[in-house]
Every structure is written in structure tokens, then in C-alpha cells.
């Protein structure tokens, strides 16, 4: 339970890396606020993980996080049904197009608008809660493509570019308000978003990764319950890679 007592807004939380750390916070005694815009794979889960609780510990609401009042939604329902708010996860992404040339200006600010600029307003609308909380801690999903180019994915890794450089600087910046801020930067791991990846691309993948395969969402989650919990009362402003050894090579 090293999570018990907590409460914590989870975004892209439907399915994929975010369902995975929404069950592992719930085991690990946290109460939810799960985001996400696929309302029916949100609500599927939390009746899920309530069911299995005996209670009603996760909350679903649709909210997109490019919008800065639905964040302010998610705050106040927090707050409202819980009593507080002690974490964040800001994990909603999309991959977007391909190359340089490829990028087209809708597809560039859509990415940069889920993934850079929604981790940026879910730390705005927070930050005021974790103060009345009495401090808190941000954990956002970064990549290993923040550290490393791929050749194929320019706005992705300009995106998660961006959100190492936001979770260094918001750690730094809050530091002394008793809120830390740190990411997580998975490898490959087998989510929807994955699932048709071209057989030629996964294989590289594989092969350029020590460990020889691909990670299962529940293999990144425990990143996520660590940075979140007190254990990590010392941890700010780090980038913890979960990538099976791809950036070591
Ligand atoms: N799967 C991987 O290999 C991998 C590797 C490194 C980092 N990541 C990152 O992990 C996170 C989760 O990845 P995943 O593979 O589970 O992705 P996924 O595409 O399977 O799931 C992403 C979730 O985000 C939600 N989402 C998208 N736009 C949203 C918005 N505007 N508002 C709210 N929710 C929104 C989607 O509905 C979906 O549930 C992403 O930030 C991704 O970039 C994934």
C-alpha cells in the first residue's frame, strides 16, 4: 500500500501504459481520477478496479487534456470526491507522422498539443491542489526517444524532447514547494498505438533492444508507483528509462 492515502489524476488512462499505472496505484491504495477521451474503455476500467475494490476508489472522466478547463474539472472533481490531491501522471500522447517532410503542420501541433503542451497545462491546474494538499509529486511519460533519434518519428521526439526539458525545469521550479517533478521514458512496449507497428520496424526494435523483446504496459507501471510514492521523497527532476537497454547500447 504505498500508495494508500494518495489520490491521483491519471490522463490517456483508458488503456495502454496509463490503465496499467492506474491498476497498479489502485492496488497500491491510491484513489483515481482516470482521464481519458475513449469513454468507453475508461469507464470499463474503473468499474473494473472498483468492483475488485469493494468501493468506489477510481473515478472516470472524459476530458481532453489540450483543454485547459477540462483540467480544472478534473482538479475540482478530485478534490471534491476525494478531499485532495496528492499526484499526477501526465501520460496522454499521440505519436504523429513520420519524418521531417512527412510532418504536415496539423499533424506537428496535434502531437505537440497532446504530449507537450497538455503536460504543461496538467501541471498549471495541479500545482495550486498539491499546495493546499500540503505538497505532491508529478510523474509524466516521457520516452527514450526524448534521449535518442529513431529516424522516423521528428515531431515525437520533439515532443518528448520537450517533456524532459518541462519536467527538469518544473522540478527545479518546485522544488521548495515540496512538489516534485520527474518522467519516466519507456522503450517499446505493447500497446494499442503498437499494435501495427510494420513487422520490419518491430524487429529492429527487438534486435536493437539488450533485453530481445518488447515490454508489457505492467512493466513500466512500478516506474510510475516508485516516483509517485514517499520512497522517492528525495527523487526530483530525474528521467527514469525503462527501455530494456536500447539507450545503453
Ligand atoms: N507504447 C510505447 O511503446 C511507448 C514508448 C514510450 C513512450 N510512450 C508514451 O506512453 C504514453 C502512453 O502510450 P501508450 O502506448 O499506452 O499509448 P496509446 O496510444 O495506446 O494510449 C494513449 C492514450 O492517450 C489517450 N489520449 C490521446 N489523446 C488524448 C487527449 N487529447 N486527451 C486525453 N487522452 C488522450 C488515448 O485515448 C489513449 O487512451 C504516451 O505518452 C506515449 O507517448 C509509449
Given at each position: 500500500?504505498?500508495?494508500?492515502?494518495?489520490?491521483?489524476i491519471v490522463t490517456g488512462a483508458a488503456h495502454g501504459i496509463g490503465a496499467a499505472i492506474v491498476r497498479a496505484?489502485?492496488?497500491?491504495?491510491?484513489?483515481?481520477?482516470?482521464?481519458?477521451?475513449?469513454?468507453?474503455?475508461?469507464?470499463?476500467?474503473?468499474?473494473?478496479?472498483?468492483?475488485?475494490?469493494?468501493?468506489?476508489?477510481?473515478?472516470?472522466?472524459?476530458?481532453?487534456?489540450?483543454?485547459?478547463?477540462?483540467?480544472?474539472?478534473?482538479?475540482?472533481?478530485a478534490e471534491s470526491r476525494f478531499g485532495k490531491l496528492d499526484l499526477l501522471v501526465n501520460n496522454a500522447g499521440v505519436p504523429g507522422?513520420?519524418?521531417?517532410?512527412?510532418?504536415?503542420?496539423?499533424?506537428?501541433?496535434?502531437?505537440?498539443?497532446?504530449?507537450?503542451?497538455?503536460?504543461?497545462?496538467?501541471?498549471?491546474?495541479?500545482?495550486?491542489?498539491?499546495?493546499?494538499?500540503?505538497?505532491?509529486?508529478?510523474?509524466?511519460?516521457?520516452?527514450?526517444?526524448?534521449?535518442?533519434?529513431?529516424?522516423?518519428?521528428?515531431?515525437?521526439?520533439?515532443?518528448?524532447?520537450?517533456?524532459?526539458?518541462?519536467?527538469?525545469?518544473?522540478?527545479?521550479?518546485?522544488?521548495?514547494?515540496?512538489?516534485?517533478?520527474?518522467?519516466?521514458?519507456?522503450?517499446?512496449?505493447?500497446?494499442?498505438?503498437?499494435?501495427?507497428?510494420?513487422?520490419?520496424?518491430?524487429?529492429?526494435?527487438?534486435?536493437?533492444?539488450?533485453?530481445?523483446?518488447?515490454?508489457?504496459?505492467?512493466?513500466?507501471?512500478?516506474?510510475?508507483?516508485?516516483?509517485?510514492?514517499?520512497?522517492?521523497?528525495?527523487?526530483?527532476?530525474?528521467?527514469?528509462?525503462?527501455?530494456?537497454?536500447?539507450?545503453?547500447?
Amino acid at each position: 500500500m504505498r500508495l494508500k492515502n494518495k489520490v491521483a489524476i491519471v490522463t490517456g488512462a483508458a488503456h495502454g501504459i496509463g490503465a496499467a499505472i492506474v491498476r497498479a496505484f489502485a492496488r497500491e491504495g491510491a484513489k483515481l481520477v482516470v482521464g481519458d477521451i475513449l469513454d468507453d474503455e475508461g469507464n470499463a476500467l474503473v468499474a473494473a478496479i472498483n468492483k475488485e475494490a469493494g468501493a468506489e476508489i477510481a473515478l472516470y472522466m472524459r476530458f481532453d487534456v489540450t483543454q485547459a478547463a477540462h483540467w480544472d474539472k478534473a482538479v475540482a472533481l478530485a478534490e471534491s470526491r476525494f478531499g485532495k490531491l496528492d499526484l499526477l501522471v501526465n501520460n496522454a500522447g499521440v505519436p504523429g507522422r513520420p519524418g521531417v517532410e512527412d510532418t504536415t503542420e496539423e499533424s506537428w501541433n496535434r502531437t505537440m498539443d497532446v504530449d507537450l503542451k497538455g503536460t504543461w497545462l496538467g501541471m498549471k491546474a495541479c500545482m495550486p491542489a498539491f499546495r493546499r494538499a500540503g505538497g505532491g509529486a508529478v510523474v509524466n511519460t516521457c520516452s527514450n526517444y526524448a534521449l535518442v533519434a529513431s529516424g522516423r518519428a521528428t515531431v515525437y521526439h520533439s515532443a518528448k524532447g520537450g517533456v524532459l526539458s518541462l519536467t527538469r525545469a518544473a522540478a527545479v521550479e518546485y522544488a521548495r514547494q515540496k512538489i516534485r517533478v520527474n518522467a519516466v521514458l519507456p522503450g517499446v512496449v505493447a500497446t494499442p498505438r503498437n499494435a501495427s507497428l510494420p513487422a520490419d520496424w518491430a524487429k529492429t526494435l527487438i534486435d536493437q533492444t539488450p533485453l530481445g523483446r518488447i515490454a508489457q504496459p505492467d512493466e513500466i507501471a512500478p516506474a510510475y508507483v516508485f516516483l509517485a510514492s514517499d520512497e522517492a521523497s528525495f527523487v526530483t527532476g530525474t528521467s527514469l528509462v525503462v527501455d530494456g537497454g536500447y539507450t545503453s547500447i
